[in-house]
């Protein structure tokens, strides 16, 4: 819609009911906003698409941390062992990431 309106704005409307470009030029597409740090997994430093938290307390992307638990029972944030290996889905934060990546320009 945004773009419909944009290239719609870029005419007007003559007496003859035909369109003419306009002298506005069109505005440029907004810069995509910075990645908050927070929706980025510590293993990969991608936007995480199901994030989960560990005992550590750290959030990581399931995919990612599963491989790290298949050879390792340390954190990969702080190298001291796990109390538990138990993968909880975290779907506030995975909300919240979806949020923001509908808000951002595609690219």
Request: with cysteine; charged share 10%.
């Amino acid at each position: 819609v945004r773009l419909h309106d944009a290239v719609f704005a870029a005419f007007q409307k003559q007496p003859n009911n035909s369109l003419q470009p306009s002298n506005t030029p069109l505005a440029p597409a907004p810069a995509p906003a910075p990645t908050p740090a927070e929706y980025l997994c510590p293993i990969t430093q991608m936007v995480m698409l199901d994030p989960v938290v560990l005992a550590d307390g750290y959030f990581y992307e399931r995919a990612a941390i599963e491989q790290w638990l298949e050879h390792h029972s340390t954190s990969p944030m702080t190298n001291t062992p796990l109390a538990s290996l138990i993968l909880t889905p975290c779907f506030q934060l995975r909300s919240a990431i979806s949020e923001w990546q509908l808000h951002q320009p595609t690219r």
